[in-house]
């Protein structure tokens, strides 16, 4: 019982574990933000301009069935907003030089065809030496000032 018990231990406060439900807490309260921003601030606006408060009005019926796609437009409009918000929140932290990011994206190793990272000088898969690929400005700093520590 007592192993059985270190072992839930391990698994339930271990870093794996954590690391998730932390990011699984924080990630559904900042959705939550970008939602009442979406919801409370740019429907308003659009509310604003249109007449109408949210797009959830719009529907066609087809024999009797709803077809609510303006329900579907604003779940579309709070995804993509929340995109876009992270998106300029990871470039406001890179520029800051907060966080560790990696350089964003893959590409295929022309000897072995498998994806490896975008700023891989190494395959992982077949070890053989690759070119770096061409990066973003702010990738090529990012690089730069973690090989300085590096050293
Ligand atoms: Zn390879």
């Known amino acids: 019982m007592k192993a059985l018990w270190s072992e839930f231990k391990a698994f339930a406060l271990g870093g794996n574990m954590f690391d ?3 990011g699984f807490i ?5 959705a939550a933000l970008v939602e009442s921003l979406a919801g409370n601030v740019l429907m308003q606006l659009v509310a604003a301009i249109f007449g109408k408060p949210d797009f ?4 066609f019926t087809v024999n009797g069935a709803e077809l609510k796609y303006g329900a579907f437009l ?3 409009l709070n995804f993509l907003l929340l995109g876009l918000v992270l998106f300029g929140l990871v470039k406001l932290m890179k520029k800051a030089g907060l966080g560790n990011f990696r350089a964003q994206g893959s590409r295929e190793c022309p000897y072995c065809k498998e994806f490896v990272p975008i700023d891989a ?5 077949c070890t053989a030496d690759i070119e770096p690929a061409l990066l973003d ?4 700093e990012l690089i730069a000032s973690r090989t300085k520590v590096a050293e």
């Open 26 to 30: 924080i990630g559904t309260a900042f």
């Open 137 to 140: 400005e702010e990738d090529t």
């Open 74 to 76: 604003t779940e579309l």
């Open 56 to 59: 959830s009005s719009l529907m």
């Open 20 to 22: 998730l439900a932390l």
């Open 121 to 125: 000088l190494k395959c992982k898969w």
